[in-house]
């Protein structure tokens, strides 16, 4: 099966960030990076490339080419909060993402395209859904692989979509230069200008063993790319196993005060999915008596979910069947049999997604006690 993979890149990312904060910005060559004469520039908005100005060029040129720019310092910390909240629209087309740097990402789509009508339709669904969450654009490629997928995202930067199928890889690589090619700095550039290689086109066109004769171990390298060849999978982080989490009291509690901490955990437990995008397909309850003897129960579910509250009543059920008289030192509520939750509209109630959504919001803003169901208090415990 054809590979699918797609390329995502935020346009001028930090520039575009200052510009959507501050609306006077909007419009306007804006020049993020060092200080006002010193250092270099991290990155510029397009009004500010019209002048000449690009990344990685010291701060006093930009200031002669564009004098009229408004330069800022830029907001590090912030970025990267915004890098994460991208990463998350992202896993929920797939859980093979792999975060190339702070404004770009790499999709194993293979697999993932039936749910579209076309690739088209598929690459504007994630320009809008990540516009939808942060209200920045992104330029997307999609490809046979890693290499023409990013090759894609940067052709019609900003707000781009280009889909490079595999018959048409010999016209996008014919007039490419040479050191647009992974691996060709300037020095690769000079050798193959060298031997009169400008473009990947003319590299294409050389049998494999001339380049291996003439490059060494690079030359083979050279004759995969240049006819659109990159094995390269999408590395995303290891997908985890399991999530759980679990508490060891201060003092051992009896079977009945368990409940309200189940709770607690459940709703601990399901956030991580949804922060994730997964969904479990198991629920492990965990329990150690007061003598350090330690017991898991399992129950399956008939559908794989992320909702607090099937994960609670799931683990409150395999509670009772734990012994009503013994005393309890420490009690974990796990998910586990994980899958994507990337399709789970089409299957969830969408008023309880939305509600487990201003649940999650609110924690991450205020902290994770911000607000709980009644059933995590215990009957002795009152409202603050
Ligand atoms: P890029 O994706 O290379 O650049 P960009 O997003 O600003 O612009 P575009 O993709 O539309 O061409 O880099 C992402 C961010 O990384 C960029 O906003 C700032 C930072 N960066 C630096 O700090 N220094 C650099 O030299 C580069 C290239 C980027
Ligand atoms: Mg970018």
């Known amino acids: 099966m054809p590979r699918v993979v797609a390329h995502v890149d935020m346009d001028a990312f930090y520039a575009q960030v200052e510009q959507r904060d501050d609306p006077q910005l909007k419009g306007k060559p804006v020049i993020v990076g060092g200080s006002r004469m010193r250092g270099v520039v991290s990155t510029c908005s397009y009004e500010a490339r019209a002048y000449g100005v690009h990344s990685a060029?010291?701060?006093?040129?930009?200031?002669?080419?564009?004098?009229?720019?408004?330069?800022?310092?830029?907001?590090?910390?912030?970025?990267?909060?915004?890098?994460?909240?991208?990463?998350?629209?992202?896993?929920?087309?797939?859980?093979?993402?792999?975060?190339?740097?702070?404004?770009?990402?790499?999709?194993?789509?293979?697999g993932a395209t039936h749910f579209f009508p076309s690739l088209k339709a598929l690459g504007r669904e994630i320009q809008s859904r990540i516009w939808q969450q942060v209200q920045l654009t992104a330029s997307v490629g999609i490809g046979p692989n890693k290499f023409l997928a990013k090759l894609a995202s940067d052709w019609e930067k900003p707000k781009g979509l280009t889909i490079i199928g595999q018959e048409q890889v010999p016209k996008f690589l014919a007039h490419l230069p040479v050191e647009k090619l992974l691996g060709v700095g300037p020095k690769g550039k000079a050798k193959l200008n060298r031997y009169g290689f400008t473009t990947v086109g003319q590299l294409a066109e050389v049998p494999p063993q001339k380049l291996i004769s003439l490059f060494g171990k690079q030359g083979a390298d050279l004759a995969q790319l240049s006819r659109g060849y990159d094995p390269r999978p999408v590395e995303g982080a290891r997908e985890p196993k399991s999530m759980g989490k679990e508490e060891t009291f201060s003092q051992d509690l009896t079977h009945q005060e368990l409940k309200p901490v189940l709770a607690r955990l459940a709703a601990e437990v399901g956030a991580r999915l949804r922060a994730k995008s997964f969904l479990a397909g198991t629920i492990t309850l965990k329990a150690r008596y007061e003598d350090f003897?330690?017991?898991?129960?399992?129950?399956?579910?008939?559908?794989?979910?992320?909702?607090?509250?099937?994960?609670?009543?799931?683990?409150?059920?395999?509670?009772?069947?734990?012994?009503?008289?013994?005393?309890?030192?420490?009690?974990?509520?796990?998910?586990?049999?994980?899958?994507?939750?990337?399709?789970?509209?089409?299957?969830?109630?969408?008023?309880?997604?939305?509600?487990?959504?201003?649940?999650?919001?609110?924690?991450?803003?205020?902290?994770?006690?911000?607000?709980?169901?009644?059933?995590?208090?215990g009957e002795k415990q009152e409202c603050d």
């Open 57 to 110: 060029m010291p701060i006093s040129q930009a200031r002669r080419l564009c004098p009229d720019a408004i330069f800022l310092s830029g907001r590090m910390g912030y970025y990267q909060v915004i890098s994460q909240e991208i990463l998350k629209v992202l896993y929920s087309f797939t859980p093979q993402v792999e975060a190339a740097s702070i404004d770009e990402a790499y999709l194993e789509l293979t």
């Open 293 to 377: 003897e330690t017991v898991t129960r399992s129950q399956t579910l008939l559908a794989p979910t992320q909702d607090d509250d099937l994960i609670f009543e799931t683990a409150a059920e395999l509670l009772q069947g734990l012994p009503l008289e013994r005393k309890y030192r420490l009690v974990g509520v796990t998910a586990s049999k994980l899958t994507s939750s990337g399709q789970l509209s089409l299957f969830t109630k969408p008023k309880q997604q939305e509600l487990l959504g201003t649940l999650d919001e609110l924690r991450n803003r205020y902290g994770q006690q911000a607000i709980f169901k009644g059933r995590e208090m």
